[in-house]
Structures are given as structure tokens and as C-alpha cells.
T-cell receptor, first 109, second 111 residues
Framework: QKEVEQNSGPLSVPEGAIASLNCTYSDRGSQSFFWYRQYSGKSPELIMF????GDKEDGRFTAQLNKASQYVSLLIRDSQPSDSATYLC?????????FGTGTRLQVFP | DAGITQSPRHKVTETGTPVTLRCHQTENHRYMYWYRQDPGHGLRLIHYSYGVKDTDKGEVSDGYSVSRSKTEDFLLTLESATSSQTSVYFC??????????FGPGTRLTVL
């Protein structure tokens, strides 16, 4: 069974620090990778997607993909208390997505 | 964001009653999905649709059925609700089959 794994956390970082969120996946044939943010009681919202090995930057967010190691990560620079949420990693699976269980991030002032 | 609405947003029902949740989208997206989200399990796919009248099962489809008679509407039915189906249900859509956009969710409680 194809799997996506994340550490559930919580990951606690001080305001202004870099938060590093990690995700591993089992299907070597996966092509598309997504990071969603979910605030408590709300629906998931897309932050970034990445298709190619390497880094992709969007503002304070950087997604990193290493297909050889089957590893995708999300870096959040200059973390803010408003970044406190659960971050879901998702991997494509033939017209569907497989989601990890999410990592809860807490940014303290 | 894709224009996705879900109704009802909250529902409390009793064991054994039928329940239908509705997902409505205004983006003309081809694919629609129903997930449930429970603590410790993350988002799990119940059923999905890849076109009008075209549906398929996800990993937790037992006890659920779906229908899609129009592009914009995807219905999830619990024929006879059980307490194990208490959950938050999310609908999602996509045109291309990968990047998905989520509706606001429906919180269902089965007593």
C-alpha cells in the first residue's frame, strides 16, 4: 500500500526561526508533491506544489524534493505565530492524492 | 480558490438514519473527491468522481455511496449512519487530477 509519512509533532519553533517540515513517501513512481496548511477547524489550503528535484521558493516558503531518497520537505523562513497550523504533505497517485497525517507546527513569540 | 460549497455544514443524526451530504462547485472541474478526516488518520479518500456518472471507490468506501448527475454536484450518502461515521467530511475538486482545492467541510455527528 502506498504511504506518505510525516512526524505528527508538535514542532515548536520561536518566532523568526526557520521551521523544517519533512515527509517521506513509498511510491517511487510519484511525480507530483503538495504541501497544504490546515488551521484548526478549517479546511486544507494549498501552499505549494513541486514536480522536479531541487528547491522551489515562494515567498517565505521553500519546498525541497529529492526523488532518489523519496523525501520532500517544506521550509518556512522567518516563522510567525500565524504560521501555527497543521501541515499536510500529499503525493499524487493516478488522479488521486495520498495525504500524510500532518505535522503540527507551533510558533511561539 | 475554487468556488466550492458544502451543505449542510453541521449535522447531528441518529444511528440508522440515512444522511446525504452535498458538494457544489462553480469551477467546472472534472474531478471531485470526498474525504473524511479523523484524529490520527489524516485525510482518507472515500469516493471520487472523474466525470458525470463516473465514480470510483477510495480507501474507506464501505458504508458510503456517491452520485454525480451534474458536473457541479457530488453527493455523498450514508445509507444507514453509524457512530463510526462521525467525522469531518471534506469535498475537493480539481480540473487536472492533481492540485486539489477543498470545500469548507461538514461536521457530522452520529449519536
Amino acid at each position: 500500500q502506498k504511504e506518505v509519512e510525516q512526524n505528527s509533532g508538535p514542532l515548536s519553533v520561536p518566532e523568526g526561526a526557520i521551521a523544517s517540515l519533512n515527509c517521506t513517501y513509498s511510491d517511487r513512481g510519484s511525480q507530483s508533491f503538495f504541501w497544504y496548511r490546515q488551521y484548526s477547524g478549517k479546511s486544507p489550503e494549498l501552499i505549494m506544489f513541486i514536480y522536479s528535484n531541487g528547491d522551489k521558493e515562494d515567498g517565505r516558503f521553500t519546498a525541497q524534493l529529492n526523488k532518489a531518497s523519496q523525501y520532500v520537505s517544506l521550509l518556512i523562513r522567518d516563522s510567525q505565530p500565524s504560521d501555527s497550523a497543521t501541515y499536510l504533505c500529499a503525493v499524487d497517485n493516478t488522479d488521486k492524492l495520498i495525504f500524510g497525517t500532518g505535522t503540527r507546527l507551533q510558533v511561539f513569540p | 480558490d475554487a468556488g466550492i460549497t458544502q451543505s449542510p455544514r453541521h449535522k447531528v443524526t441518529e444511528t440508522g438514519t440515512p444522511v446525504t451530504l452535498r458538494c457544489h462547485q462553480t469551477e467546472n472541474h472534472r474531478y471531485m473527491y470526498w474525504y473524511r478526516q479523523d484524529p490520527g488518520h489524516g485525510l482518507r479518500l472515500i469516493h471520487y468522481s472523474y466525470g458525470v456518472k463516473d465514480t470510483d471507490k477510495g480507501e474507506v468506501s464501505d458504508g458510503y455511496s456517491v452520485s454525480r448527475s451534474k458536473t457541479e454536484d457530488f453527493l455523498l450518502t450514508l445509507e444507514s449512519a453509524t457512530s463510526s461515521q462521525t467525522s469531518v467530511y471534506f469535498c475537493a475538486t480539481t480540473q487536472g487530477g492533481d492540485t486539489q482545492y477543498f470545500g469548507p467541510g461538514t461536521r457530522l455527528t452520529v449519536l
